[in-house]
């Protein structure tokens, strides 16, 4: 009786371990309120950009056709979908692995003692072999691929969400380029009119050589500016092509000016991003990944039960040999219950234990991290939003002074230091003013994706 109330107390307990290693994975997602930082976020529900697909922010055609492209035909994407597609393969075996096996297992022997009769046996039996989950090894096995899988696909949502934005800001740079490009032309054509006026004073008598040296360096320097913008230009175009995986060409856009900063923008609550930033979800993924591991280890201490079976026909009868064969059945149950590992065991649940933390400890900087861009993205788009009325407030003056400076040098009234530094003061803003709507939409581009945009 002792030994029956021992099996049963024996078989409750095992019962109830068994309920916890079978326990599934619950999301520990949280982020703080104040994940965005000092810097207050537009708060709005009509405009949030975190919801709104790539089509919805980059409204210009050509960009959007531009997009379509890098997306069919870069290598990289590529590349993650076959990811995603080895690890849907990598699921599919891990759910049929609560399926027997079945094996056919043809053998033959021949054998002779003594240079005697040669005896022939053989044997052709199907094998059936079933692995019992009675301590859910096989379901955290397929849990652990099913997070794998979903890693792999938002691996590949990321990947796309960068390449989007890689492209967009690729493309607004050509635009940039292209305006400080078209600044530079109209300045070297105004700075050869200068030139020529300073050359024409200097041949009258009325303006020394210094002059038209400085004034010839000033436009020379123009000059090289022009070289290294059209460089840059290209540079810029074979970017795009390697992420188009195409040879060198030139890459079509639109205007500069046709693309003005927001004026208000709406990022949501905290909470909405960690439902779209990727490595945020891929962090999670990862924390549940550890725990089908340390699941994993702790399964390791239970015994593992195999079930097998063989059907088949065989003329070797232990010893006789039969002909014609007979039909052969047999059964095996067997059960490994581990006992002495070598401390292999605790070894490795204390390691899956260590891993685990470590991971979490990871999530909670990747929420703090995001919540950095999202703040570092704010500062900069309300920085250039601010800036954007003074820089075209100081080239309309500098234009004006530039034009009453050379009237005034025309008039032997203005020495050609006056002109010169007049020329670079409005050349430098005009540039500044460029780079300052560049800087602007990289700003907007970087808090479209610390918002987790581009995944749709």
């Known amino acids: 009786m002792k030994i029956k109330y021992i099996i049963l107390a024996a078989a409750v307990s095992f019962s109830l371990t068994s309920c916890s290693l079978y326990k599934k994975y619950e999301s520990k997602a949280s982020v703080p309120d104040d994940v965005f930082g000092t810097v207050a976020p537009e708060v709005g ?12 922010f980059f409204t210009d055609p050509v960009l959007q056709e531009l997009i379509d492209s890098v997306l069919v035909r870069n290598t990289d994407l590529k590349s993650a979908r076959i990811a995603i597609e080895q690890s849907e393969a990598s699921l599919r075996a891990a759910r049929l692995a609560y399926l027997p096996s079945l094996a056919f297992t043809p053998s033959g022997t ?18 059936l072999s079933l692995d019992v989950d009675i301590v859910g090894a096989i379901t955290s096995k397929k849990r652990k691929a099913e997070v794998l899988l979903m890693q792999a696909r938002i691996g590949e949502e990321s990947l796309r969400a960068n390449l989007i934005s890689t492209v967009a800001q690729q493309y607004n740079l050509l635009m940039v380029l292209d305006r400080q490009l078209e600044v530079l032309l109209a300045t070297d054509s105004l700075w050869y ?11 009258n008598g009325k303006a ?4 038209v040296n400085q004034m010839e360096s000033s436009y020379m320097n123009v000059k090289t500016q022009i070289v290294d913008v059209r460089r840059n230009i290209v540079s810029v175009e074979n970017a795009i092509c390697r992420l188009l995986a195409q040879s060198p060409q030139h890459i079509r856009r639109g205007k500069w000016g046709s693309y003005a900063l927001p004026e208000r923008l709406g990022t949501g609550v905290p909470a909405q991003l960690l439902q779209n930033r990727p490595d945020v979800r891929i962090a999670d993924f990862q924390m549940a990944e550890a725990f ?28 006789v040999i039969v002909n014609p064969g007979k039909i052969l059945l ?3 149950g067997s059960l490994t219950q581990p006992i002495f590992a070598r401390g292999k065991l605790k070894a490795n649940l204390k390691i899956s234990k260590l891993s685990e933390q470590d991971i979490q400890n990871r999530y909670v900087q990747t929420v703090i991290n995001a919540g950095n861009q999202v703040n570092e993205a704010i500062a900069d788009l309300q920085a250039a939003r601010e800036k954007y009325g003074y820089y075209s407030r100081q080239v309309a003056v500098l234009q004006d002074a530039y034009t009453g400076t050379h ?27 460029a780079m300052n709507m560049y ?16 995944t749709k």
């Open 45 to 56: 529900s009509s405009n949030n950009l975190a919801e709104l697909s790539w089509r919805e």
């Open 110 to 127: 021949l054998s002779s003692f003594d240079f005697g009769t040669l005896n022939k046996t053989y044997n052709l039996p199907l094998q």
């Open 193 to 203: 009119s200068s030139l020529e006026t300073q050359k024409a004073l200097w041949e």
């Open 208 to 211: 020394y050589s210094t002059a």
């Open 292 to 319: 089908y591991n340390t699941q994993a280890a702790r399964q390791a201490f239970f015994p593992n039960l195999t079930l097998s079976g063989l059907i088949g026909w065989t003329n070797d009868g232990g010893g």
């Open 330 to 332: 047999s059964a095996v």
């Open 407 to 433: 009237e005034l040098m025309d008039n032997g009234k203005a020495s050609y230091i006056e002109v010169n530094t007049a020329q670079e003061t409005l050349l430098s803003a005009q540039l500044n003013e």
């Open 439 to 454: 800087s602007g939409t990289q700003a907007v581009i970087a808090l479209y994706i610390a918002l987790g945009g581009g």
